[in-house]
């Protein structure tokens, strides 16, 4: 997937292009308007991330340029005006999705995922109450983790790891993916608690925790 992140902060256009790069998808990042518009013109991209405070050209703008020029790239526009007339206001000049600041990193991976399965006319449930996989069953209501017929136990935190790794199969979860995803934003960057946790987890759930596959200096992968 090819996006354009169009974000002034520093810190904040650093960090979601790392994020954003550890799943795999490619990344240019505009610093301004006028940039995110000249790289609009001349790539071609799945989602554009559009922060609306930017010097120069506003994120409102850029965004009327763009719907303007007949583009039709989906656009989620980020910013940290989340009232309800800000984003009736974004929806309304040709935004396709709203998500206010600070927000949840895996939140923004979803709602990424979401808007180019729309953009691409691929529909997936992801409601569904019960996932299943192999011998591995996990009821979204119950919260109950059942292996074969046996039911294994788990924490609030092996539940999430174990659901994280359950919906996205075959995908590569960086540490700090799932870092962000589990523990939050304000987590450690520099702890191993993934490392310990998923060590938990393969130990709870057997034969079918050698599913999840440690790539070395990347993550880990649930087959």
Request: glycine fraction near 6%; hydrophobic fraction near 40%; proline fraction near 3%.
């Given at each position: 997937?090819?996006?354009?992140?169009?974000?002034?902060?520093?810190?904040?256009?650093?960090?979601?292009?790392?994020?954003?790069?550890?799943?795999?998808?490619?990344?240019?990042?505009?610093?301004?308007?006028?940039?995110?518009?000249?790289?609009?013109?001349?790539?071609?991209?799945?989602?554009?991330?559009?922060?609306?405070?930017?010097?120069?050209?506003?994120?409102?703008?850029?965004?009327?340029?763009?719907?303007?020029?007949?583009?039709?790239?989906?656009?989620?526009?980020?910013?940290?005006?989340?009232?309800?007339?800000?984003?009736?206001?974004?929806?309304?000049?040709?935004?396709?999705?709203?998500?206010?600041?600070?927000?949840?990193?895996?939140?923004?991976?979803?709602?990424?995922?979401?808007?180019?399965?729309?953009?691409?006319?691929?529909?997936?449930?992801?409601?569904?109450?019960?996932?299943?996989?192999?011998?591995?069953?996990?009821?979204?209501?119950?919260?109950?983790?059942?292996?074969?017929?046996?039911?294994?136990e788990l924490s609030k935190k092996e539940r999430d790891l174990l659901l994280l790794f359950l919906t996205n199969l075959g995908r590569v979860l960086s540490r700090e993916r799932i870092l962000n995803a589990v523990w939050g934003l304000n987590a450690d960057p520099l702890t191993n608690v993934v490392d310990v946790y998923v060590g938990r987890l393969r130990r709870?759930?057997?034969?079918?925790?050698?599913?999840?596959?440690?790539?070395?200096?990347?993550?880990?992968?649930?087959?």
């Open positions: 997937m090819n996006i354009l992140l169009v974000e002034d902060e520093v810190r904040v256009a650093d960090f979601v292009r790392r994020g954003l790069s550890a799943e795999g998808w490619s990344v240019d990042h505009a610093a301004d308007g006028e940039d995110a518009l000249e790289l609009a013109a001349i790539n071609s991209y799945d989602v554009i991330l559009l922060d609306l405070m930017l010097p120069g050209i506003q994120g409102q703008d850029v965004c009327r340029k763009l719907r303007a020029r007949k583009t039709k790239t989906p656009i989620l526009m980020l910013t940290a005006l989340d009232s309800p007339e800000e984003k009736v206001a974004g929806l309304r000049i040709g935004a396709d999705d709203y998500l206010p600041k600070p927000f949840d990193f895996d939140e923004l991976i979803a709602r990424v995922e979401a808007l180019h399965r729309r953009a691409s006319g691929y529909a997936q449930d992801a409601n569904d109450t019960i996932i299943s996989s192999g011998a591995l069953t996990f009821d979204r209501e119950s919260l109950q983790v059942m292996v074969d017929d046996t039911e294994v709870k759930i057997g034969s079918e925790g050698k599913r999840i596959v440690t790539l070395r200096h990347v993550g880990y992968r649930m087959t």
